[in-house]
C-alpha cells in the first residue's frame, strides 16, 4: 500500500472515532426542549394571552403573490354558520358599490372541478379558514421571513 492511501485510511478511522465519541458524549447530556404550551399538561389548556385585534385600517399589503388578503378590521361578533355568512353582507359583489369593501376573488366562485356557480363555493365559504384579522401580539418563535422580492 502506498504511504497516501494509508494516511487517508487513517484520517477516516480518527474522524469516526471521534464522532462516536461525540455522539455518546451528546446521547448522555440532557436534552431540554421547551414547546409551545410551556409546562401545561396536555389535557390542560393555556390561558390566553392578553391582545387586542388591530384597529380597522386600509388593506395590509401581501408577503407574497398567492397570500390570502388579511382582514383590515375587526370581527368579533362576526357569525359564519353553513347558512350565514356575515361577510357576504359587505364583500358580496352586488354589495361593493355601496360599501367600499373589497369583492370577493372570482376563485371563490368555482368549484373543485374547475366549473363557475352563480354563489361562493362551498369549499370557500369560510372565510376566515384563510383570511385572518391580525393582532398586536407577540411573535410564539423568532420569524426571519422576508417578503418576496417583487412584492417589495
Known amino acids: ?24 458524549q451528546a446521547a448522555d447530556a440532557p ?3 421547551q414547546g409551545l404550551r410551556g409546562g401545561t399538561p396536555i389535557n390542560q ?3 390566553p394571552g392578553a391582545f387586542r ?3 380597522d385600517h386600509g388593506p395590509a399589503p401581501r408577503d ?9 378590521h375587526t370581527i368579533g361578533n362576526y357569525q359564519i ?9 359587505c364583500h358580496a359583489w352586488s354589495k361593493t358599490a355601496s360599501t367600499g369593501a373589497t369583492k370577493v376573488g372570482v376563485t371563490h ?13 362551498p369549499r370557500r365559504y369560510f372565510c376566515t379558514q384563510c383570511h385572518v384579522p391580525q393582532t398586536d401580539a407577540k411573535p410564539l418563535v423568532e420569524n426571519t421571513f422576508q417578503r418576496a422580492r417583487g412584492m417589495q
Not at 497516501?4 to 461525540?22: C, F, Y
Not at 354558520?81 to 353582507?89: L, W
Request: charge should be positive.
Open 45 to 47: 389548556d393555556n390561558a
Open 1 to 24: 500500500m502506498r504511504l497516501q492511501t494509508i494516511l487517508k485510511l487513517l484520517l477516516a478511522i480518527s474522524v469516526l472515532l471521534l464522532g462516536a465519541q461525540m455522539a455518546a
Open 109 to 121: 366562485f368555482r368549484n373543485r372541478e374547475g366549473q363557475e356557480l352563480d354563489n361562493v363555493s
Open 31 to 33: 436534552v431540554k426542549l
Open 81 to 89: 354558520t353553513k347558512n350565514f355568512n356575515k361577510c357576504m353582507e
Open 64 to 72: 407574497f403573490v398567492q397570500q390570502p388578503p388579511l382582514i383590515p
Open 53 to 55: 385585534q388591530e384597529r
